[in-house]
Nanobody, 123 residues
């Protein structure tokens, strides 16, 4: 069982930066792949970034590639999403998710989800 709690969301002006954190409970954090997803109002949940259990492999959606960085600290049971050069279209609720072993960009492949943190980017 893995429980996830996101933090770090907020209101930021376009061009600004935010770092989201996702704290995980459970002793198996180092063996789970982690992903970040987002869901804008009235839209489907979409993939943002993912990281392998070791942190050695990372994956990004084209919409955030070059502006975002996913990382993890297994000693702290925490995964991060650094987002730079934010745009109004990045406005959404951001969720972290966990699944055993391998990464995937499909939200249906994740077993555990956090409650989400709101990111609002003003123009």
């Amino acid at each position: 069982q893995v429980q996830l709690v996101e933090s770090g969301g907020g209101l930021v002006q376009a061009g600004g930066s935010l770092r989201l954190s996702c704290a995980a409970s459970g002793r198996t954090f180092s063996s789970v792949a982690m992903g970040w997803f987002r869901q804008a109002l009235g839209k489907e949940r979409q993939f943002v970034a993912a990281i392998s259990w070791s942190g050695g492999s990372t994956y990004y959606a084209d919409s955030v590639k070059g502006r975002s960085a996913i990382s993890r600290d297994n000693a702290k049971n925490t995964v991060y999403l650094q987002m730079n050069s934010l745009k109004p279209e990045d406005t959404a609720v951001y969720y972290c998710a966990a699944r055993r072993l391998t990464t995937t960009q499909d939200p249906a492949g994740y077993t555990y989800w956090g409650q989400g943190t709101q990111v609002t980017v003003s123009s």
